[in-house]
């Protein structure tokens, strides 16, 4: 297993809360990124890993944060790019705030940690180094209320192929492009039935199965620039 820590921002809850627990469960040390407190992260935390809070809906927050990550660090073995926000247009109040958030979040974020850490995954002796971006699969079709997430999804997702370009051979920079893949915990029925029907394959396949894309991309030393759909055959048109 590698000695410098994987970093993962967006992990107290939900798919990356899920992907930090079996990253701990094979043996990697770990750097959890997150905005709010949850119960969830003193878990993570009396497992050893490392817990730092960022805001990253604006410049000064992602660079406080990387200031404080490089105090904790010298070196990474790979950075996952979870961090989210889920926020319809319904919140746009017309002054641009809300698309600048989103932007900050999904690509500003993102790009100034791949830039500004790029010597911390330089550092690390192990063979493979790797970023990995989480983006969405409907960004590339766009999502008629949630116009500024799935664009700024959508430049994330190119982010990786110009990343991948600009830091190879060293570093390999992927993408994973999940579906629905669990539900919340107060969706009834209905979404559930809702949900499968919009994929191929019927099922509703919980969290796992994007950290099995992820450990893909960590084992593979010969893929970079592509990214991964995990969304069960989406028959959404």
Not at 32 to 40: A, L
Not at 164 to 185: D, R, T
Request: include cysteine.
């Amino acid at each position: 297993m590698s000695v410098a820590p994987i970093l993962i921002t967006g992990a107290a809850q939900r798919v990356g809360h899920y992907c930090a627990q079996r990253l701990l469960d094979d043996g990697h040390p770990l750097i959890v990124g997150y905005r709010r407190e949850h119960d969830s992260l003193e878990a993570l935390r009396r497992r050893g890993a490392i817990t730092l809070q960022g805001d990253f809906a604006e410049r000064a927050g992602i660079l406080d944060f990387i200031e404080r990550l490089r105090g904790e660090t010298s070196a990474l073995r790979a950075i996952v790019h979870n961090a989210a926000a889920w926020a319809g247009d319904a919140e746009d109040d017309g002054s641009g705030a809300h698309f600048e958030r989103l932007f900050h979040v999904h690509m500003q974020a993102p790009y100034l940690i791949n830039r500004l850490c790029r010597d911390l995954l330089e550092a690390c002796s192990e063979p493979q180094r790797d970023i990995v971006h989480i983006t969405d699969h409907l960004a590339a079709r766009g999502m008629p209320e949630h116009v500024a997430y799935a664009a700024t999804k959508a430049g994330l997702d190119n982010l990786t192929r110009s990343f991948a370009a600009l830091y190879a051979p060293g570093i390999q920079v992927n993408a994973i492009a999940p579906g629905p893949v669990m539900l919340n915990g107060d969706d009834d029925t209905g979404i559930g039935e809702a949900v499968r029907g919009h994929s191929a394959m019927g099922l509703v396949p919980g969290p796992g199965v994007i950290y099995q894309s992820l450990r893909y991309l960590l084992d593979n030393r010969f893929t970079t620039g592509v990214t991964l759909t995990v969304d069960g055959g989406s028959l959404n048109s």
